[in-house]
């Protein structure tokens, strides 16, 4: 298992990842993150609330950048006949 630190980049800040958590690989690590963007954006959906989110970095334990998943990566195929291209 690896420890990855998943930041939040919002529209008006930066939320940094203190704890980390523990995947078998960056693949795993990744697809919880787009499957999370995924779970925010229905939620906001549904509340009718503004979405500031606009991507979550990965680094490691030593604080290197690992990947970036913006919203649009995470939402290309979730919302079919929706352009998401400028997003992120």
Do not use: W
């Not at 919880?32 to 954006?41: K, Q």
């Not at 990965?58 to 939402?75: E, K, M, Q, W």
């Amino acid at each position: 298992m690896v420890r990855y630190f998943l930041n939040v980049d919002l529209k008006d800040g930066f939320i940094p990842d203190t704890e980390g958590l523990d995947f078998l690989d960056i693949e795993r690590a990744t697809a919880e993150v787009i499957s999370g963007m995924r779970d925010i954006v229905v939620e906001h959906i549904q509340q009718g609330e503004a979405l500031a989110l606009q991507a979550i970095s990965i680094t490691d334990d030593a604080g290197h950048l690992i990947s970036i998943v913006t919203l649009a990566d995470a939402l290309k195929g979730f919302l079919p006949g929706m352009a998401v291209s400028g997003l992120g």
